[in-house]
């Protein structure tokens, strides 16, 4: 579905976030088709995106440290569980358990992340990431991330969501400190966020961060959504 947000026209499907207006070479319309099918598809998405004969490898620089968390993107293969439903292979694969009150959750949103990472294992790095906590426990705390690498304009957005027990507590603030702090450093020209209109506590919290709004947009499935922009300095 073509929304605008700002200037730019984007593809969001499910959460994801693909630009559009200039994304004609066949990698981005791969991904872009990917999304669409995460979006309509009912059974297990996790066998459309068959694995690799070559692991994925991250970038040295991929996981983002803060003061009390670790934020480390999600692999291809800890995605393809997420989507099966796999919770034990993920909590092997994550060495941590995905939280439960997550598990229900639609996740097929992932799959463009699989098809990114199977193309260039650079590219998770532009995915979701699971927050856990250094202080030798390692629980996830937070999922925190981008929608996918930058736009030819070099725009990003980003999304988060902490886990209920964990809330109030300032990871929010901390995990998208560190994101923006992360993306800024390689070279984004600008961060997104797309914030629900009934959500006071995000949209304040954007605000916090130096985000200011910037228009609105509708998504097919979740509705009316404010959009907040942070340009870089």
Not at 54 to 67: G, M, N, Y
Not at 90 to 96: M, R
Not at 103 to 118: I, M, Q, S, T, Y
Request: aromatic residues 6%.
């Amino acid at each position: 579905m073509l929304q605008v947000i700002g200037s730019v026209p984007v593809l969001r499907v499910r959460g994801a976030c693909i630009a559009s207006a200039r994304a004609c070479d066949p990698f981005r319309r791969l991904v872009a088709l990917t999304g669409l099918l995460a979006a309509s598809l009912l059974h297990d998405l996790s066998d459309l995106i068959p694995a690799t004969s070559t692991p994925t490898r991250l970038p040295s620089v991929a996981t983002i440290p803060t003061q009390r968390l670790a934020m480390t993107p999600m692999s291809c293969e800890a995605m393809r569980a997420i989507m099966a439903a796999d919770w034990q292979r993920a909590d092997g694969v994550l060495g941590t358990p995905f939280p439960t009150e997550w598990r229900n959750d639609g996740w097929g949103w992932l799959a463009p992340r699989v098809v990114e990472g199977d193309h260039d294992a650079r590219l998770l790095a532009w995915g979701t990431r699971l927050a856990r906590l250094i202080d030798g426990r390692g629980q996830a705390v937070a999922e925190a991330g981008f929608h996918g690498p930058p736009d030819d304009d070099g725009w990003v957005e980003i999304g988060y969501r902490v886990v209920t027990g964990y809330r109030r507590r300032g990871f929010a603030e901390e995990a998208c400190r560190g994101l923006l702090d992360w993306a800024f450093t390689h070279g984004v020209a600008g961060i997104r966020a797309a914030i629900s209109p009934d959500n006071e506590a995000s949209a304040r919290l954007a605000q916090k961060l130096g985000f200011a709004r910037a228009g609105r947009t509708r998504h097919e499935v979740l509705g009316e959504h404010l959009i907040f922009e942070h340009p870089r300095a």
